[in-house]
């Protein structure tokens, strides 16, 4: 039989009941752990061997429920599938093991995941379909358009990406990530006649798909490789696409790389700016430009460079666009 | 060792608003002695802002950059994280599904071109590190930077999706423990400071669409190198710079508290070290005064 190899590790895990604690505090346990255990193991042994008040959730622990989810030394995982030899050689000896969200905690590692739902739902997370009460077949959708889905429905709803995005822990409105992906699996979904009203909500401002900052770390969490940024990317497609993006400050953005590329081959950053804001809305910009321009930081119009074999571009920008605004 | 050749991707920035960007990069080059062969046919990745808008006129640009590349039988290297993350996804997607080559292929033979998928892409941070070595810049180092305590920013668009990334990458990344900056700063003589967000979004990409997230993001970003005690912050990605740099006065503001701390690209760091002058490194191209020099 194969030796255990073993490692001691210190664990400091967020302790907080809403009903008797006014601050959450931190235990700290150590423990030998093996190369066979994964983070669930370890929040059984605490409870079971060291204080039986711990509280968490787990139910599957085959990572296919997504109630696990937590964050060990700020990474979000699903502690049920999460090798513990996996988080030493990234974090060290020294572990920290938290909720997925301090600030929704009510019970040691429990969240309250209200605003995830709530979200889920805004988003119209079912196919809409006129049912045949008596159906002679099964709506089958085929596996050519079955790939269109691209995976968005392997998500668990595990809420790792949600709690890991940083626009979700800013703005209060903002749909997030795994909502997101819910709503292009719909939206993307052959059989659905509800994409362009689902479009319509993750393209209202504050909200939608356009508070996104890109920061990646959606696709770098899922347990499930959902990757949601890419089905955010479709959706500002799909928004482009139904032709129902408002003439705003992000989709001129959008759009004004397309028209500067065409006209310089390189990005006009100033006129971008100019572009997106309007006229009136880029005033609020002068002062911040007024400093660049001081450091030799703002490309005068007239000195504005191209790109050589423009010729090139211009014509693969002509022949290329798929997409109108 | 062999000289290494690279064709440069500029990516628009270092054209424009980051003059510096450009002027370090070359001189950095050069003390290496490190080739950079300009593409200056190639055009705007799109920023991540194009893809949203019309991805595929966004994969036939990217694919028309790296043709060039291949033109001249060199890796791509980037200055910009986001030129870096564009092309690779490009790359990655058009080298995995032989359907979508051939449709960017047709469009790229209207101008006599074709992408085939032979140039590495690669980012300047990284070629300096695998390519040409941390201890031969040790070496290298007349002017050690010792007497400073320096933040790394590492900039989302270099470090995730790591899967993407690491497929250029020699050495993995982690993207909850990055190292390369900080292995950077020590090889300059440097002392790296730990901080939270230097693994976070600076926010540069919603800066417009989204104000107050992005500047919350780059307030807490300052005010963590700032709290680590850094005389300085650096970072690999002209964009990150842009906003850290010159958006301070939003980002104090939106967290209610006073940031600023001098944000130097990669590159300067790296000329400061081997002996550049201030001058050559372009370091009165910053809004956020460089007064350590
Ligand atoms: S990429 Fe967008 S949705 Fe994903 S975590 Fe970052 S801000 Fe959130
Ligand atoms: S997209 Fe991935 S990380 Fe987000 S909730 Fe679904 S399974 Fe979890
Ligand atoms: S217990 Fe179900 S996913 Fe972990």
Redesign the interface.
Request: net charge neutral; charged share 20%.
């Given at each position: 039989m194969d030796t255990l190899k073993t490692q001691q590790v210190t664990f400091k895990v967020f302790r907080f009941n809403e009903e008797t604690d006014y601050l959450p505090y931190y235990n700290t346990y150590t423990l030998d752990v093996t190369h066979e255990e994964v983070v669930l193991d370890i929040l059984n042994r605490i409870k079971w061997e060291h204080d039986g008040s711990l509280s968490y959730r787990r139910s599957c622990r085959h990572g296919i429920c997504g109630v696990c989810a937590i964050k060990v030394?700020?990474?979000a995982v699903l502690a049920c599938k999460t090798r513990l030899f996996d988080m030493i050689d990234?974090?060290g000896n020294e572990l920290v093991i938290e909720p997925l969200s301090t600030k929704r905690a009510f019970k040691d590692l429990v969240v309250d995941k209200k605003d995830f739902w709530d979200k889920h739902a805004q988003i119209k997370p079912y196919l809409e379909a006129p049912i045949d009460e008596h159906p002679v077949t099964e709506n089958l959708v085929s596996p050519h358009d079955a790939e269109k889905l691209l995976e968005a429905d392997y998500c668990i709803q595990c809420g790792a990406c949600h709690y890991s995005c940083?626009?979700v822990e800013?703005?209060e409105l903002?749909i997030g990530p795994a909502a997101f992906a819910a709503a292009y699996r719909f939206a993307a979904d052959v059989r659905d006649d509800a994409s362009v009203e689902r479009l319509h909500i993750v393209n209202e401002?504050?909200q939608g798909v356009?508070?996104?900052?890109?920061?990646?770390?959606c696709?770098?969490v899922c347990p499930k490789e959902v990757?949601p940024i890419e089905k955010i990317?479709k959706l500002?497609?799909m928004v482009?696409e139904a032709n129902i993006a408002k003439n705003n400050?992000?989709?001129r953005?959008?759009?004004?790389?397309?028209h500067?590329?065409e006209k310089h081959?390189?990005?006009?950053?100033?006129e971008l700016?100019r572009y997106?804001?309007g006229n009136i809305g880029v005033l609020k910009h002068v002062?911040?430009a007024l400093?660049?321009f001081a450091?030799?930081?703002?490309?005068l119009p007239w000195n504005?460079?191209k790109?050589?074999?423009l010729d090139?571009?211009k014509?693969?920008?002509k022949?290329?666009?798929?997409?109108k605004? | 060792m062999e000289k290494l050749k690279y064709a440069l991707f500029t990516g628009?920035?270092a054209?424009?608003?980051?003059?510096e960007q450009m002027m370090s990069t070359l001189a950095v080059a050069e003390k290496l002695g490190i080739e950079l062969v300009e593409l200056?046919?190639?055009?705007?990745c799109?920023?991540?802002?194009?893809?949203?808008?019309?991805?595929?006129?966004s994969l036939?640009?990217n694919a028309?950059n790296i043709a060039y590349a291949e033109k001249h039988g060199l890796t791509m290297v980037t200055i910009c994280n986001t030129c870096q993350?564009n092309t690779a996804m490009t790359k990655h997607r058009l080298d995995h599904n032989a359907e979508l080559k051939a449709k960017v292929n047709a469009?790229?033979a209207?101008?006599g071109?074709e992408y085939k998928g032979t140039s590495q892409i690669t980012h300047f941070l990284y070629a300096i590190i695998d390519d040409f070595g941390l201890d031969k810049i040790k070496e290298m180092v007349v002017k050690p930077l010792s007497q400073f305590n320096i933040a790394p920013f590492y900039g989302?668009?270099n470090i995730?999706?790591?899967e993407l990334q690491n497929e250029t990458h020699k050495s993995p990344e982690?993207?909850?423990?990055p190292t390369s900056l900080d292995d950077l700063i020590i090889a300059c003589g440097g002392l790296n400071v730990d901080y939270?967000e230097k693994n976070?979004?600076c926010?540069?990409?919603?800066e417009?669409?989204?104000p107050?997230?992005?500047a919350?993001?780059t307030g807490n970003a300052v005010a963590g190198a700032m709290d680590a005690n850094a005389d300085w912050m650096v970072t690999p990605c002209p964009l990150c710079h842009l906003k850290l740099d010159?958006?301070t006065?939003h980002a104090s503001v939106a967290i209610g508290r006073d940031v600023s701390l001098p944000v130097l690209h990669m590159q300067q760091m790296v000329g400061l070290a081997l002996g550049c002058t201030p001058a050559e490194l372009g370091l009165?191209?910053?809004?956020t005064k460089v007064d350590f020099v």
């Open positions: 030394s700020g990474k990234v974090f940083p626009s800013i703005n903002y401002e504050a356009w508070d996104c900052v890109k920061c990646m770390e696709a770098q990757n990317t500002h497609n482009f400050v992000a989709t953005h959008a759009v004004g790389f397309a500067s590329i081959g390189l990005l006009d950053e100033g700016v997106s804001e002062p911040v400093k660049m450091k030799g930081k703002i490309v504005m460079p790109a050589d074999k090139e571009i014509k693969l920008v022949s290329s666009s798929t997409v605004f | 628009c920035t054209k424009e608003s980051t003059p200056t046919e190639a055009s705007c799109g920023a991540s802002h194009l893809q949203d808008y019309d991805d595929f006129l036939v640009l028309r993350l469009k790229l209207e101008v071109l989302c668009h995730r999706p790591s982690n993207p909850y423990r939270e976070k979004c926010g540069f990409h919603a417009l669409q989204a107050r997230t992005a919350v993001l010159t958006q006065h009165n191209h910053h809004v």
